[in-house]
């Protein structure tokens, strides 16, 4: 695999089966859908992840995709950017490229959006990525999963899973996130943020 051609998509979540199904793992769960889409493996990899080089979608005329490289950190959450980094560097991949896929708080529950750069909203993973990396400046694509219900604390709401009422959707909501990356990395940008920010 070459240079930057190449795109790193990383999701985020907590390892271990206790924290696999909780809110907090959907972009490990979605990094998982694209994974399977590509019939590829997320196999062990030096920099404290899991990881597997593939072509995501098909460009436009019906060519594959662009090469990326999937990837999920086996660290904690609260320290992504450590294996984050040490992706980018193995694959030479540019903060350009890089997308994060993560849970997000203030999206309604089963919405995707797309965005480049801004704040890290009180999300730790995204702010171990973007001290590690250097700059804020990459692709977020943030799953939402609604506010939790009344005075419940914000951080026990994400660790856990979801509600009974909600998981008849959560597959919706998984494929539609590796749409938006699928959009994003063969349609580009802007065409993902018209079709999945609008709804």
Same mark, same amino acid.
């Given at each position: 695999?070459?240079t930057?051609?190449?795109?790193?998509v990383?999701?985020?979540?907590?390892?271990?089966?206790?924290?696999?199904?909780?809110?907090?793992?959907?972009?490990?769960?979605?990094?998982?859908?694209?994974?399977?889409?590509?019939?590829?493996?997320?196999?062990?990899?030096?920099?404290?992840? /899991?990881? /597997?080089?593939v072509?995501?979608g098909?460009?436009?005329?019906? /060519?594959?995709?662009p090469?990326?490289?999937?990837?999920?950190p086996?660290?904690?959450?609260?320290?992504?950017?450590?294996?984050?980094?040490?992706?980018?560097s193995?694959?030479?991949?540019?903060?350009?490229q890089l997308? !994060?896929?993560?849970?997000?708080?203030?999206?309604?529950? /089963?919405s995707?959006?797309?965005?480049?750069?801004?704040?890290?909203?009180?999300?730790?993973g995204?702010?171990?990525?973007?001290?590690?990396?250097g700059?804020?400046?990459?692709?977020?694509?943030?799953?939402?999963?609604?506010?939790?219900?009344?005075?419940?604390?914000?951080?026990?709401?994400?660790?856990?899973?979801?509600?009974?009422?909600?998981?008849?959707?959560?597959?919706?909501?998984?494929?539609?996130?590796?749409? !938006?990356?699928?959009?994003l990395?063969t349609?580009?940008?802007?065409?993902?943020?018209d079709?999945?920010?609008?709804?």
């Amino acid at each position: 695999m070459t240079t930057s051609d190449t795109w790193l998509v990383v999701g985020l979540g907590n390892p271990g089966t206790q924290y696999s199904r909780n809110r907090h793992n959907v972009g490990a769960m979605a990094v998982d859908v694209l994974a399977a889409r590509t019939g590829a493996t997320l196999k062990r990899h030096k920099a404290r992840a /899991a990881a /597997a080089e593939v072509r995501v979608g098909v460009l436009p005329g019906g /060519a594959p995709g662009p090469r990326a490289v999937l990837a999920v950190p086996s660290s904690w959450m609260n320290e992504s950017g450590g294996p984050v980094k040490a992706l980018m560097s193995f694959y030479k991949v540019p903060p350009r490229q890089l997308v !994060v896929i993560h849970d997000e708080l203030d999206i309604p529950f /089963a919405s995707s959006r797309v965005k480049l750069g801004g704040g890290e909203g009180g999300h730790n993973g995204l702010r171990s990525i973007s001290k590690s990396v250097g700059t804020k400046d990459y692709v977020r694509v943030r799953i939402g999963i609604g506010r939790p219900p009344g005075r419940q604390d914000p951080a026990d709401f994400v660790l856990k899973d979801f509600a009974s009422g909600e998981r008849a959707d959560v597959g919706v909501l998984l494929e539609d996130a590796a749409d !938006v990356v699928e959009d994003l990395l063969t349609q580009g940008l802007t065409y993902a943020q018209d079709r999945w920010n609008a709804r």
